[in-house]
């Protein structure tokens, strides 16, 4: 077999060259390829691994905290909450302001008519007539909180809702019922009361105390609205402040007492029905005015 022809020096540095450069990739990545003095030898030398980069310089405490910080404080704050608009759930309607009275008024019908039935099935034709006419009469009174709201409560303005929640409260038996149905879910919710039960206790005792004990079926409490002011036009709004003052009168000798003048400050709402609301059904303690106290 024939030798293969001598190489020149220069393919034999190359050669060199490649070996060595072989050498250094299977010496690992933490080799390097060095020269020896003067000579044209080189060596692989390993390097330490902890010699080829530098430390991380040490961070402050709590740098990392500090800068998510203000992050994760803006993310628990959350977006601003509006203020809460006080609802009205259930608008007034001829059903609601009705509805018990008539339930009242159908019991008391099929007594008396059995009451009768009875009476003249057993021959107590005069009994059976008494029955009939005290039970008439009964269902007249029953019949009194329908007689008395007839009217619809219209109430456009705001004025005009402050003067149907007093109106009501101005009769020979004030009626309750349409009171609590012109008032938000805030005006039904108070310290004195939280159920239409006590609503209605409160108001006997707050006439009580406002006429020292003399108002009574013969001497009703009325109640006038005077000076009432809105904070703005009510058209458009859905929410709305007002000032007026509620003058108390009540029959006497030779004419009406004024028995106080309560100026109030009184915020309303819209209801779904477009009508207006009031916020609070309460009434702070009078402040008399002399100037009224008997009118002819």
Request: charged letters at 25%; proline letters at 8%.
């Amino acid at each position: 077999m024939a030798e293969p022809p001598p190489r020149s020096e220069h393919e034999l540095e190359i050669a060199a060259a490649d070996w060595l450069l072989g050498g250094a990739a299977a010496g690992g990545p933490d080799s390097r390829l060095v020269a020896d003095g003067d000579s044209a030898e080189f060596k692989l030398v390993d390097i330490p691994p902890e010699a080829e980069s530098p430390a991380p310089a040490p961070r402050a405490p709590g740098a990392g905290h500090a800068a998510a910080r203000p992050e994760r404080t803006r993310r628990e704050s959350g977006p601003a909450q509006a203020p809460r608009t006080p609802r009205v759930e259930q608008a007034w309607s001829r059903g609601a302001e009705w509805g018990p009275t008539l339930a009242r008024i159908a019991l008391a019908l099929a007594v008396v008519l059995g009451l009768v039935y009875f009476a003249f099935s057993a021959g107590q034709y005069g009994l059976g007539v008494l029955a009939f006419l005290l039970g008439g009469l009964a269902v007249l009174a029953l019949c009194y909180p329908i007689f008395i709201t007839l009217e619809r409560p219209v109430r456009v303005t705001p004025e005009q809702a402050a003067r149907d929640f007093f109106n009501a409260l101005s009769h020979r038996v004030p009626h309750y019922r349409r009171m609590w149905l012109l008032l938000s879910e805030d005006g039904r919710s108070s310290p004195r009361y939280a159920t239409f039960g006590e609503f209605a206790r409160y108001w006997d005792a707050r006439r009580r105390e406002l006429s020292g004990g003399r108002a009574g079926f013969f001497r009703p409490l009325a109640f006038h609205l005077d000076e009432f002011r809105a904070a703005d036009k009510s058209a458009g709004k859905t929410e709305i402040d007002a000032k007026f003052k509620v003058r108390i009168r009540m029959p006497g000798q030779g004419g009406h007492e004024t028995l106080g003048l309560i100026p109030l400050s009184r915020s309303f709402v819209r209801g779904p029905d477009k009508m207006w609301y009031l916020n609070d059904g309460t009434l702070e303690s009078p402040r008399h005015d002399h100037r009224d106290d008997v009118e002819g």
